[in-house]
């Protein structure tokens, strides 16, 4: 299974020339097949040549949590992501002044308002050392970090494991990651599982900065090491992360969305990256926003959909690339936590949405990175597909009414066999912040329905007071609809057909349908 | 394309001491309001300055302060020709740390010329009693290890087009000084590694 983690392409391969359809004749099937999509690798959106992500059958292996022994290096010539260097332990800088965090969110934890967030999460080292607290400061929280190890120890002293506290509305979820503890408390109505997750990306946000290595180093070292000296200054990514699975459906679904784009401007910016490449380039990524617009990617290497939303979320969370080229490591943990790649981040222009991220091996690959920038955006205008892309910005979404399904007022499509997932913008009565929070919270009581552990669900139809929800999921896709509260079941599941139709349709414009490697 | 750099600068200190307002001073003129944003690893950004006759491009490598990041700091600060070493006027700490930089660079860069960088002058000027660091003191520190010394603002722009200029300058100086120097070419010896800089050409 850790296997998934790096090479999945080889037997992917397999599968789409052994199980599926060839290649030629896919294409027929995609516009003959009354009701597409039943079949893993026929639904719309899906690619034609190869996914572009860790390729895996259901959510539940995607979302698998196996840590990456170190023998999961990937196989080939060249090894990816360096070893961290020993020096890279600062732990002799003793000498080291108190730091003062310079924290926005100075909360008093002792009152009413701190007690009614609807989520917390809290991280802490095994010694009850705080690291992290989503409200308020970790100073004010020591003792009460000191009783979740305490409750975590007293558990584990009688050999068992605890995973959830539930009481008075709350839920208290707790993930062992040696050498780390999170905890995360809930009033909404996610199950522990899904909890579980978002505690995951949590801790892979962590391990994104300093290496699974480092980490292990670190407190192997030093027990009681207080590791906010080393994640001063990371505190908002955190932050932001949790905010975006509060909000993003990609996070939910383990899927990225992209820039709508004329398939032919889409495979030029590709084309364009691919011939932009270098010795160590791994992955070439280009964000408008939170919305792909292309990524090619070194032959057999494959991203994760979690490495990329830490990517998204690194980028998202800072202006540091705005101004000049940014060059960072980064550990991408899904695909290696033991080392880090380097990244070189920059947006096309000073004002423009579009961000490029350059992933490499080499940390001394900056100049011939920006040089690739540089190869990329020459090709890019002399096609003129760079003003096409522009373009394209201005309308980064589409309105649901497109689809000519009147009680119809937001969906969510995911194609699985590419990873890629698209949904309408957010209309009315979906615009207030609130609003759309508690929209996503019913898509996540409704994905938390159709991947329950125990009794999975192949589809939901659910009548509320504001609206009706309804989620399907197959080999092929997994949608979640949301109907005026007028409509009915009928009338939804005869939606269902004329919306598959339609992004069939659409499809090439909102899927990234044939995915380049170099 | 790329644009060809001169000499490699690199930004050092404590973190949000305020290395990449500096940058942002110089670069683009301007003084950005909000909320603290620190900086991920690195960022780069060339700048070319006139001196005297001839254009110079500094490749200015602003660095994130997090410690996280010191065992990435070799990468930046290897083969610069100048390293602003920053510290907060307000704060005692920033010079401790200013001064941790000062020392890795004269065990690792012998030929990389030092600029003590004191920031938030204006904040000093509007309430004398902020000041921790003593001007004297790092001056005596700045003639000890031969650095320069400069208190900027930012906010206002004091003092930091002077801070850039001078590096421009000493650069363009140092490197004439050694065109004339090595006048003869020497079969016998190696290329000078003091011409190697991490910046290709």
């Not at chain 1, 002044?97 to 967030?117: F, G, M, N, P, Y």
């Not at chain 1, 007293?154 to 780390?180: C, M, Q, W």
């Not at chain 1, 801790?203 to 906010?228: A, C, E, G, P, W």
């Not at chain 1, 996503?440 to 007071?465: A, D, F, I, N, T």
């Amino acid at each position: 299974m850790a296997g998934d983690v790096h090479n999945k392409g080889v037997s992917w391969e397999v599968q789409q020339n052994g199980t599926l359809a060839p290649v030629d004749r896919l294409r027929n099937d995609r516009s003959e097949s009354p009701t597409p999509g039943l079949v893993e690798g026929t639904e719309p959106g899906a690619g034609q040549e190869s996914a572009m992500f860790v390729h895996a059958q259901s959510f539940e292996d995607l979302t698998a949590d196996n840590e990456v022994p170190t023998e999961t290096e990937p196989k080939g010539d060249s090894v990816l992501g360096e070893s961290v260097e020993e020096e890279a332990l600062c732990l002799a800088a003793e000498e080291k002044i108190q730091e003062d965090l310079h924290r926005s969110k100075e909360e008093d934890v002792c009152t009413e308002a701190w007690r009614s967030h609807r989520k917390h999460v809290f991280v802490l080292s095994e010694a009850g050392k705080p690291i992290y607290t989503r409200y308020g400061t970790e100073e004010a929280l020591s003792s009460t970090m000191g009783v979740m190890m305490a409750l975590v120890s007293v558990v584990e002293a009688d050999k068992n494991i605890i995973r959830s506290i539930h009481a008075d509305g709350y839920k208290v979820v707790f993930l062992r990651k040696t050498p780390l503890v999170l905890v995360g408390v809930s009033r909404t109505c996610q199950s522990d599982l899904e909890l579980t997750r978002e505690l995951q990306y949590i801790y892979y946000q962590i391990v994104s900065l300093l290496t699974l290595t480092q980490l292990n180093h670190i407190f192997q070292h030093k027990q009681n090491y207080d590791l906010r000296r080393l994640l001063a200054g990371s505190e908002h990514l955190t932050d932001n992360l949790l905010q975006m699975l509060d909000r993003d459906p990609g996070l939910l679904l383990s899927a990225v969305t992209c820039l709508p784009l004329a398939s032919s401007t889409r495979d030029l910016v590709s084309s364009s990256l691919q011939a932009a490449k270098a010795k160590n380039l791994v992955f070439s990524i280009l964000l408008a926003g939170d919305r792909l617009v292309t990524l090619v990617r070194k032959k057999d290497q494959y991203l994760h959909h979690m490495d990329l939303h830490l990517l998204f979320n690194l980028v998202g969370s800072s202006s540091s690339f705005r101004e000049g080229e940014g060059w960072t490591p980064i550990c991408l943990p899904k695909f290696n936590t033991a080392g880090f790649f380097h990244a070189h981040i920059s947006y096309l222009e000073p004002a423009s949405d579009l961000c490029l991220i350059l992933v490499s091996t080499d940390r001394e690959d900056f100049f011939n990175l920006s040089e690739c920038k540089h190869r990329f955006l020459e090709r890019l205008s002399r096609r003129s597909a760079y003003q096409a892309l522009k373009e394209a910005l201005k309308c980064p979404s589409y309105s649901v009414t497109q689809v000519g399904i009147p009680e119809l007022r937001h969906f969510l499509y995911k194609s699985k066999s590419s990873g890629l997932y698209t949904s309408p913008e957010l209309s009315l009565p979906y615009q207030s912040e609130e609003e759309q929070e508690r929209l996503m919270g019913l898509y996540q009581y409704l994905h938390s329905r159709l991947h329950h552990p125990k009794r999975p669900l192949r589809s939901v139809y659910r009548c509320g007071e504001t609206e009706n929800l309804m989620a399907w999921v197959t080999s092929g896709f997994e949608l979640y609809l949301c109907f005026s509260p007028l409509g009915t079941k009928a009338l939804a599941v005869a939606a269902v057909n004329k919306l598959l139709r339609w992004i069939r349709k659409e499809e090439d414009r909102l899927f990234i349908l044939s995915p380049l490697t170099y | 394309m790329t644009m060809r750099v001169d000499a490699k600068v690199v930004m050092l200190g404590k973190e949000s001491v305020g290395k990449t307002s500096l940058v942002e001073r110089y670069v683009h003129h301007r003084f950005l309001v909000g909320p603290y944003q620190n900086t991920i690893g690195a960022a780069f950004v060339a700048k070319p300055i006139q001196v005297a006759d001839k254009v110079v491009t500094l490749g200015i490598w602003d660095t994130a302060g997090s410690e996280r990041y010191e065992a990435m700091s070799r990468i930046y600060y290897r083969g610069a020709r100048a390293a602003i070493v920053c510290y907060d006027l307000t704060d005692t700490s920033s010079f401790q740390r200013a001064k941790f930089w000062v020392n890795e660079l004269q065990n690792c860069e012998e030929h990389c010329k030092i600029y003590l960088c004191g920031t938030k002058l204006d904040l000093i000027e509007s309430d004398r009693g902020l000041r921790q660091v003593d001007y004297h003191d790092v001056q005596d520190f700045a003639d000890e290890i031969g650095a320069t010394h400069f208190e900027t603002s930012s906010k206002t722009g004091s003092k930091v087009d002077e801070l850039f200029e001078k590096v421009a300058e000493d650069y363009n100086s140092i490197s004439f000084q050694f065109m004339t120097e090595e006048t003869g070419i020497d079969l016998g010896q190696k290329k000078d590694s003091y011409f190697y800089t991490c910046c290709h050409s």
